[in-house]
């Protein structure tokens, strides 16, 4: 009794956090590496990643040819290699240990890029790929606000409460608060 296209929705959730979990890895990860990376892909700072394949792949600013990083491989090696802290490495490093239980015929960085070009091209479409990349995003996400994580918290919750009061006393939501759900 549930209508075609909502039905269709939580049939297919997964395959749409997926498709949003992807962009909003790069954003975060630009966001954190923004010392070497813009949001454009630009380099601002020279680095180099180690390719599978062997070798090393060099960013260079102004470079025509090493001045941009479209990849989303290499930042995740970027923030692994470079700019995690001590941690979120370990943290990080951990996820990859999981990674790789899954494959470990390749780098779990490599593997993650690889779900990206399967399943953005219909090749690949496993359920669990979007709530992957939501962790490694959450991860990230929570070391840059570890400092300031309880005050946020706390002034979170303060704001949830007052939005309850508020429905009890007349009956309305704020048009723009979705949480609570009730």
């Not at 599978?52 to 792949?57: D, L, T, Y």
């Not at 951990?94 to 470990?104: G, K, N, V």
């Amino acid at each position: 009794m549930v209508e075609f296209n909502t039905r269709q929705l939580v049939l297919k959730a997964h395959l749409a956090l997926a498709y949003l979990a992807f962009p909003l890895l790069e954003a975060v990860l630009k966001k954190v590496c923004h010392h070497y990376v813009d949001y454009s892909g630009n380099v601002v700072t020279a680095f180099d990643i180690l390719l599978s394949r062997g070798g090393v792949r060099e960013y260079v600013p102004n470079d025509l040819r090493k001045g941009k990083c479209s990849s989303l491989r290499d930042p995740m090696f970027l923030l692994h290699q470079i700019v995690s802290d001590s941690d979120l490495r370990p943290r990080i490093e951990e996820m990859r240990q999981h990674l790789s239980a899954l494959d470990s015929s390749m780098d779990p960085f490599d593997l993650m890029y690889s779900w990206r070009n399967d399943s953005l091209h219909g090749h690949t479409n496993f359920p669990t790929i979007g709530g992957t990349l939501l962790n490694f995003v959450v991860l990230i996400a929570y070391n840059q606000i570890r400092a300031e994580y309880n005050h946020l918290r706390d002034e979170i919750w303060n704001n949830v409460q007052r939005d309850i009061e508020m429905f009890r006393f007349t009956g309305y939501r704020s048009p723009w608060s979705y949480y609570p759900p009730f």
